[in-house]
């Protein structure tokens, strides 16, 4: 087969076209990045061979020295980058360069708004890699062949960024893949070997493979003879050349970290926070673990990948190893690099290894320690964590029973005390306020925030300044059971069971029992009316402005929780709520005094029907609870 006819003209995916001309239009003030993003790239290409070479040293085909070279042509206009990574095949070719294979790749094109300083940003919480060659290239040609295949098996990649891309077959003798760049008008810095070095040094001085490039051509020869030679190219490296995380803490600039963050996160913003230790001891190992400022798009796909890159004794072993933090921590980003574990271990063999085990909870601690830092900190990076990332935190009290107070005390929430959505209030900073006897953390779930700062529950608390926690989350009602107390204080849904505030005078209390003796009868008679809806009907004193509520037993499944369940199919146990009346309130007494059992009755479950509604919960029959209503307004107009 000649390679004419195996030249083949494919199109991009659509998500991948679009990608193309987001970048070429929106990062053109951030131009450089693009030589961040390759040279990320073929590192990662030398650390697979790398790994791949434990079990197969053919692959290395007799040369086991890696590098990764960047050639430019001023005159041509053109900057190459070469590496003698792991190479490409043909299938791969296709695949990698012609489709986005991310997960959540949907959800970002969703968000994008058409403002190109915002798009840029959301650009960077994707990661950009090989496409975004197109920022300062108006056509790329790919040539690259796998390791451990023959000469004839090189692969000769082509597209100018539009709406398809050639692949032909083209011998290569040497392993790995070269990236070539034919620059546009405007771009022709970066054929300048001046500039493209500067860059390098800002952005990939962490690779632990040297970057090499051509010396500076030496002074002209004096020696006619000499002169007449054609000079053999020299290279040299340009980067340092050193894993960034072998390096002590006081030699690397918090520039450098940053950049490292890029690298492995292929993320586009600063990092929130970091954190580079090296332990000695019964197990060796060096880990760097970092905080993104902003959530990528994928974090709540289930096949997210996630994890630390795993190095053992400096030689990289896989990129997404989970088995080191919870999922939890799923956000976290960085390295870790034992001394410990074996060079040809697999994921199987993580799963089992005491050593990880060890290893984990160390880490583990060790993020939630940085968390904690920054909580206690002040300032704008918290909260813009807890924007981010609050609602992941939140998982952990249930996966992570050892770390449980720890997670408790990071966690944030809206309150009656600021009465705002903005969760911003630690329970820490709750208990401080707690007024003297009272001895739980009161708190309401609801469906949104509006209607939990509105819920009839907080009427007597509100009343006596108590402060509750405003729920809204879907996670919370499950959070709440996970967690139990937090230093001693237990935690109490302010819609369940009967309430018993620790703060009411002996006078009060008697007053309750005095309402509740009155209202007896009405109570009596409310209850054979509502029996099919509810387990029970009392009075109640924790209502001031509302005529009734929904309460759930002691033992029983949250209204929230259950609506929840409800939605995601799952069968949930068969349960009545228990409606609580405020005998002082107008309708109330209205009803104590109908005579007439129909209009009674009527009139009865407008007040449970009203009662479903305050909580956010739905009608059963919204058609007859409307035309009950119309009755009641009817009548009342005379």
Known sequence: MTADVQKETLGFQTEAKQLLHLMIHSLYSNREIFLRELISNASDAIDKLRFAALADESLLEGGGDYEIRVEVDKDAGTISISDNGIGMTRDEVIEHLGTIAKSGTASFLESLTGDEKKDSQLIGQFGVGFYSSFIVADRVTVHTRKAGTGADEGVLWESAGEAEFSVAAQPRESRGTTVTLHLKEGCEEFADDWRVRSVIKKYSDHISVPVTMQKPPAPAAEDEEEAAAPATPEYETVNEATALWTRSRTEVSDDEYKEFYKHVSHDF????????NKVEGKLEYTSLLYIPSKAPFDLWHREMARGLKLYVQRTFIMDEAEQFLPLYLRFVKGVVDSNDLSLNVSREILQQDPAVESMRNALTKRVLDMLARMSKDGGDDYANFWREFGAVLKEGPAEDFA?????????????????????????????????????KIYYVVAENFNTARNSPHLEVFRKKGIEVLLLSDRVDDWLMNQLGEFEGKQFQDVARGALDLATDSEEDKAEQEKVAKEAEALVERLGKVLEDDVSEVRATARLTDSAACLVVGDYDMGLQMRRIMEAAGQDVPQSKPILEVNPAHPLIAMLDKEADEEQFADLGKIVFDQASLAEGGQLADPAAFVRRLNQLLLKLSG
């Open 403 to 439: 770390n449980r107070e720890k997670i408790a005390a990071l966690l944030r929430f809206s309150t009656t005390h600021t009465d705002s959505a903005t969760q911003d209030q630690s329970l820490a900073d709750y208990i401080a306020r707690m007024p003297e006897g009272q001895d």
């Open 269 to 276: 913003q600063d990092p929130l926070a970091w954190s580079h």
